[in-house]
């Protein structure tokens, strides 16, 4: 399956575009898995099967912390975070194929449920609060090691027909690409108020953008009336323009209506479209990423490992014992030269023995504590088991 992750300015329409999106999936008979991220929603206007208001009070957080909208939202999403690997079980298990009947000849079959082609996340309407905070990292990272995930940001087109709130969408759109690192998709929403061909021209005609705002520049946008482009942001959105040019080339560009369904169809097509890219250029990447944390643990294990070896002292020599009386012959000095060295080397012996069970013991304890080489790490949920341990959540 694939997840669909929906991030916008705040009014874009994110929450309607999910409505959109969830009931034409319903209509196609396929069942999408839904999930709500934003706790300060009164009521959104499709079902949720996992809802962060159902863990999170957010205004029993901000009174108990003592925080405003913006913080009680973050501290929500924290709290939320911890439990990831509860979320990321339910999905696995829910979008996991169904198993095969046990017996042909079983008296009452079982209808196999379909499973799970498309997740639906929906995110506060605060965007710097999902996907610059380390709450939000946490989800897409954990989404993203699981399952193809396609970031869909949300435009509200009527309110970027002007080439300085289209520029700033753009530079918004492009921060979030590089900071999260998987496939977008630019949804030009509301296309029932406004066109949006107009902003697809501007991404791949760079003369269509310089005269839209050239004629901007001459009625007085920037810089007073008949400035003739001699403002500070019409040199800006020129350079940016040319900057931007490379950007647009790995972005996917649709025009939506949620209101009217228009475009939901192209959309569809687009998310497959970065699925393949996923699969093809980001995952290997993440798959490395993935490959030099591990190695990044163990290597910090076993220095840990030696480390607290040196510190137990468990490889340096024992100081040998003084005999008892001094030899009185030649013969007596051999003997108990003889005797010195057989107590040496069974204190060397023991002393082998000694670390080799200590170090296996240690390093079956961080085994069973981290996860063995190919398996999940425990390191990956540390954040959840301190704020457990702190009585947080």
Known sequence: PVAIVCVGMAGSGKTTFMQRINAHLHSKKQLPYVINLDPAVHSVPFDSNIDIRDSVNYKEVMKQYNLGPNGGIL??????ATKIDQILALLEKRTAPPPAPTSPTASTPTTPHKPIKHILVDTPGQIEVFVWSASGDILLNSLASSFPTVIAYIIDTPRTTSTSTFMSNMLYACSILYKTK???????????????????EWMTDFEAFQDALRKEEEGGSFGGEGSGGSGYLGSLLNSMSLVLEEFYRHLSVVGVSSMTGDGIDEFFESVQQKKEEFVRDYQPELERRRAQREDDKKKHREKELGRLMKDMNVTGPKPRSKPSEEPETVSDAEDLDDEEQEVEMNDDDDDETQEDGLEQRYKQAIRDSHGDEGGPSGDDFSFARYMHKASIG
Do not use: G, R, Y
């Open 75 to 80: 501290t929500s999403l924290n709290l939320f």
């Open 182 to 200: 998987l496939p977008m998709i630019l949804v030009f929403n509301k296309t029932d108020a406004q066109d949006a061909e107009f902003a697809k």
